[in-house]
């Protein structure tokens, strides 16, 4: 009889262990893959979520659309406006989360107004950029400082750069600045960026799923490195800050 127990409660640890790797396995694709339909969703959120009035004024816009082939070979996609004067200030502007270029409008709006070139990107994954894994800041920090070489060679050696992001893009220009960003960048604004990818995960799980986050998220980060061959979701991002720009954390 003791014998029968043991294996049967065996057999329901075992099973209850399937179940969660599972289930976080799940969470992991649910937090990091979108499809082409989810994308453009995103795309109509952020429209949606601006004023007539800022919309109207981006698509009056003489709007140039700015491609870049990631080092791990996504085509991103950006749109341009050129400033209304020959200035040498130049923003870049980064979306958050589940989102696109979009949301950005009314900050695009304001840079613009006070005479800068504004480069809009969609984050890979995002908008009309290639991919389906979302990079939560990390991966995108290297798309971000390929986007400033891109302005540099295009726009001339004297250009003043500005990196502003809000959310997961916050938290992308924090951790662009860890890559040695040239001197041409300027100044870096993060409004509501976040520190650790994990700390996000856990948020995401805990509000949008309503499940424990222990121990999905920690199996999901185990899963996260096996599949990217990275530090996983514990990467710090703002440790990553390393630029002497005071403006970065």
Request: net charge neutral; with cysteine.
């Amino acid at each position: 009889m003791t014998a029968k127990w043991v294996k049967i409660t065996a057999a329901a640890v075992a099973g209850s262990a399937v179940s969660m790797i599972g289930a976080s396995w799940l969470a992991y694709e649910q937090a990091t893959h979108v499809t082409n339909r989810q994308k453009e969703k995103c795309k109509e959120l952020a429209i949606s979520e601006n004023t007539p009035d800022d919309n109207v004024w981006y698509v009056k816009q003489p709007l140039v659309e700015w491609r870049l082939n990631s080092a791990d070979g996504l085509l991103l996609r950006a749109s341009f406006i050129p400033a209304k004067s020959d200035h040498r200030k130049v923003v870049i502007l980064a979306h958050g989360i589940n989102h696109a270029r979009e949301q950005m409008i009314p900050y695009a709006r304001w840079f613009h107004e006070h005479d800068y070139h504004v480069l809009m990107p969609d984050a890979r994954a995002q908008g009309e950029s290639g991919g389906h894994t979302i990079g939560f800041g990390w991966a995108d920090r290297l798309d971000y400082q390929a986007w400033v070489n891109q302005v540099i060679t295009t726009l001339g050696d004297d250009v003043e750069i500005v990196l502003m992001g809000i959310s997961m893009g916050a938290a992308t220009v924090m951790a662009a600045t860890g890559e040695g960003l040239p001197d041409n960048v300027k100044a870096v604004v993060a409004d509501s960026g976040f520190q650790l990818v994990y700390k996000m995960a856990k948020h995401i799980v805990r509000t949008q799923y309503h499940l424990p986050t222990f121990p999905l998220v920690q199996i999901a980060d185990r899963i996260s490195q096996l599949k990217t061959g990275t530090a996983g979701l514990k990467k710090t991002l703002v440790s990553s800050c390393r630029s002497p720009i005071s403006q970065c954390c």
